[in-house]
């Protein structure tokens, strides 16, 4: 509620003076657009910058499954690339080989950076000195580090490795860090020489300062034991800026739960208690426009702060849960008033006007590994930002401008596109320079996709009156020709479009194109196999593919060979397409089975499970044809017209002898004068039985609190290890003393899995009281109940066969920092009764 003098004049007199109490209504964010990419999750910020040169701020983003992909600011992707490899960072932007236009600089969870191509994603040159990097701990630093006025890379890997690099990935120089590097550095003039510094950061020194040339100048290591709370490998980035105004740059960093400024020489200058440590959660403006910068830090436990150049608290609060990254700093609502964002893993984006109050609140789908960016995307002069979700979805959000070009003080992670977390980038070649070239589509490559949709018609003209049934296929083909025609039209009058509208013809071409070229080859293939039904072997390990399938050529005869242990479960699979414009309803009928003793006795339907492959969405937004419900009493699978299916068969050999056994599956539609389709199995059975006790310990990792008949079905296929945990409920009081104890819950699970084998207990109970874990009266509690419970199970039936304890997945993950968490817990359970398992999975760099 704010309160506003409206005064009225009406000529030289003074009408009247009225205070009017109001209410103003906020310029609320809206969200100008959301995409899902299939199969892509982004786990890290985005990146701003012209990398078209179309005069328009493009959006860069890395996928953990390898794809860097742009997007213009209407969400429409320009190009994608994959580099075959998890990516966790931020991308990096910046002319680094001198040649017109920026670079994209990757780095891949490998430890390789890539240098692509700003026009059209292609690898420039990749570099596979580093090793691998902690998970979205690391950024790829592109500035002018030796003075020579080109761009070097600047980037590092988790065991200590960092490499300096020129435009063209030739290494300058390396610097080798005996304690690791644990997270991004940063870059600046410290002293004022004219030469950079480089600082970065170990677990054991919260700065590391070099020269330009990889040389270590000095390192600071507090006094006493600040870095032993919280967990050391959480390392902080530290920032470069002259936060005081003096001309001498200083270092803002984290050291165990503070925030910390030191001087260019590494003196400390001043801390700042802060309730957990910081990741790269430090920026720096001068947001309320008093003329001095503030500080924003933000820790791993919520507590976003705002400090004085003088170490002195401005403000604080606390969000509704843990942010990595550091606010990004704009007016982005464009009323002149500049806006703090924080977001993290809360499913809420803050926002915070320059007095700490919340001015907005907005959803963000699973909370963010990534901190929103923020650049003017459509060129009017309003800003969006961009904040992608741990949901899958990439969002942008927009608020209608009051002013024309609001600030942007801190708009993306590290500062800007360059990472460099220093003012060391305000100058012609950095952050979302725009190239105000004119924009050209190339018209050749459009001129050659035209071209190949015409051989596409040109063929389809061909084959489509060889067709068994051409209905459905042809009225498609009619669309997609009176389609083309528009987009020629489009074509010839290129040079009048705009830039987004040049590139909606560019992808509508692509999309025509793929669809011709699909509907030549399946029309190809019907011709060839003169049948509107056909069937084709398939692996049943291989997703299945649908269309695709033949679209790839994966369409070999439908005779199968499998081969199988005496007892054993094997499989097999069958794609069914359907060449003609109508659904049929297929039935699968099993014909008489032939092998090396009479058949006559063996039940078919114990011996057949006959099942269909079922598209099921996934956790990355797409499909996968993974579910295989059986099919119905009458086995019947439907196959839409030119589409197909697949037929899954799970085979019981327990009935089958040694030898070879031949059976012919025939698939007849419904219809008085039925489709029909044969295929072969052959089913060799080896004179090896399986053992009537399992010798092996098998776990498919599948957790058991699915339907029962999933249970059923891995019981079925061997699994006698099931890694889940449903503990006791237990209370216990201040001094240690039990007070309370309920196996409801715990005894269902147990009678339900035990007797199939072993469980692993993540947790052997759950303790509940006022003393925190391995407290002395937790550690009473814990020692009293374990016995109580062995006992427990005794009653049930039970005894240290039908359990181990679990207590950590993979210690060896991480370079085995969690070794010392398992064994403190390993031995805890061992002291108590060594008779109780101890379950580990060891990985890669594990020392016990």
Not at 74 to 89: A, C, F, M, N, V
């Amino acid at each position: 509620m704010k309160s506003y003098k409206i005064i009225i004049l009406i000529g030289k007199s003074l009408l009247m003076l009225i205070l009017l109490t109001a209410t103003l209504f906020a310029n609320k964010g809206e969200k100008l657009w959301s995409l899902k990419m299939a199969g892509i999750n982004i786990d890290a910020s985005a990146a701003i910058g012209d990398v078209d040169r179309d005069g328009y701020s493009d959006l860069v983003v890395g996928s953990t499954m390898g794809e860097v992909v742009v997007l213009d600011g209407y969400g429409r992707i320009i190009w994608e690339t994959d580099l075959e490899d998890k990516i966790s960072i931020a991308p990096t932007l910046m002319d680094v080989t001198g040649d017109p236009g920026l670079e994209v600089l990757v780095l891949t969870l490998s430890g390789k950076i890539f240098c692509l191509d700003g026009l059209t994603g292609a690898i420039l040159w990749e570099d596979s000195t580093l090793g691998t990097i902690k998970w979205a701990s690391m950024t790829v630093i592109a500035a002018d580090i030796n003075s020579d006025g080109n761009n070097e890379i600047i980037t590092a890997d988790e065991k200590g490795k960092l490499v300096c690099l020129n435009g063209n990935g030739k290494k300058l120089w390396e610097y080798n860090e005996p304690e690791g590097i644990g997270s991004a550095p940063a870059i600046g003039d410290l002293d004022g020489d004219g030469k950079v510094e480089i600082v970065i950061a170990s677990e054991e020194s919260p700065i590391i300062c070099l020269n330009n040339e990889g040389e270590e100048q000095w390192r600071f290591k507090p006094e006493g034991d600040v870095l032993a709370s919280g967990r050391k490998r959480e390392v902080a980035a530290p920032v470069i800026w002259d936060i005081d105004g003096d001309g001498s740059k200083e270092i803002l960093t984290g050291m165990g739960f503070e925030l910390a400024a030191v001087n260019s020489k590494g003196k400390l200058v001043w801390s700042f208690p802060m309730k957990n440590r910081i990741d790269s959660g430090i920026s720096i403006a001068d947001a309320d426009g008093d003329g001095e910068v503030e500080i924003y830090a933000v820790d791993l436990s919520g507590n976003l702060v705002c400090v004085k150049a003088d170490g002195k608290s401005k403000w604080s609060t606390i969000l509704p849960g843990k942010a990595r990254r550091a606010p990004t700093i704009a007016d982005v609502n464009g009323d002149g008033v500049t806006e703090i964002l924080v977001a993290g893993y809360s499913s809420k984006m803050m926002i915070f006007n320059p007095t700490g109050e919340i001015e907005e609140e907005i959803a963000v789908k699973g909370g963010t590994n990534a901190a929103p960016v923020v650049a003017d995307l459509l060129g009017d002069g309003g800003l969006c930002t961009v904040v992608p979700e741990i949901s899958g979805n990439l969002v942008v959000y927009r608020w209608k401008p009051v002013i024309d070009n609001p600030k942007m003080l801190w708009p993306e992670y590290r500062a800007w596109a360059s990472r460099t977390a220093s003012e060391f980038s305000q100058n012609k070649s950095d952050k979302n320079v725009i190239d105000k070239k004119a924009y050209r589509v190339n018209q050749k490559d459009l001129a050659n996709d035209l071209s190949e949709i015409k051989k596409a018609q040109d063929e389809l003209k061909k084959l489509i009156p060889s067709l068994p049934d051409s209905e459905g296929i042809l009225e498609r083909v009619y669309y997609l020709n009176a389609t083309i025609e528009q987009v020629q039209n489009q074509f010839e009058n290129i040079d009048d479009q705009t830039p987004i509208k040049k590139r909606e013809l560019r992808d509508n071409l692509v999309e025509l194109k793929t669809e011709f070229i699909r509907l030549s080859k399946l029309a190809k293939q019907a011709v060839e196999e003169g049948e509107v039904v056909t069937v084709y072997a398939a692996n049943p390990w291989a997703p299945f593919g649908g269309v695709d399938e033949i679209i790839e050529g994966r369409t070999p005869k439908p005779n199968i060979t499998v081969e199988a242990f005496q007892g054993e479960f094997e499989s097999a699979a069958l794609n069914i397409f359907n060449f003609s414009g109508n659904a049929r309803t297929m039935r699968v009928e099993i014909d008489k089975l032939s092998g090396p003793t009479d058949a006559a006795s063996i039940s078919i339907d114990e011996l057949f499970t006959l099942c269909e492959t079922i598209d099921v969405p996934t956790q990355d937004a797409d499909l996968s044809a993974d579910a295989l419900p059986e099919l119905n009493g009458g086995n019947l699978l439907i196959v839409p017209a030119w589409e197909g299916r697949q037929l899954w068969i799970i085979i019981n050999t327990k009935q089958l002898t040694p030898g070879t056994w031949n059976v012919k599956l025939s698939l007849k539609s419904l219809e008085v004068e039925p489709a029909v389709a044969e295929a072969e199995l052959t089913i060799k059975i080896w004179d090896v039985p399986l053992p009537k006790k399992q010798a092996l310990s098998l776990c498919h990792w599948g957790g058991t609190d699915h339907p029962k008949g999933a249970l059923a079905d891995q019981i079925a296929h061997g699994t006698n290890v099931f890694p889940r945990t449903v503990p006791p409920k237990v209370e216990f009081d201040k001094y240690g003393k039990i007070v309370n104890v309920d196996y409801s819950a715990h005894d269902v699970f147990i009678k339900r899995i035990a007797p199939h084998g072993t469980i692993l207990f993540h947790s052997l109970v759950s303790l509940n009281g006022s003393s925190p874990a391995f407290s002395p009266p937790w550690l009473k509690a814990y020692k009293s109940f374990i016995p109580l419970w062995i006992k427990h199970l005794k009653e049930l039936g039970y005894g240290y066969e039908n359990f181990a304890f679990y207590p950590v997945d993979e210690p060896g993950l991480e370079h085995g920092k969690n070794v010392a968490r398992f064994m403190k817990w390993a031995k805890l359970v061992r002291d108590i009764d060594p008779k109780i398992r101890i379950y580990a999975n060891p990985v890669a760099e594990i020392t016990m």
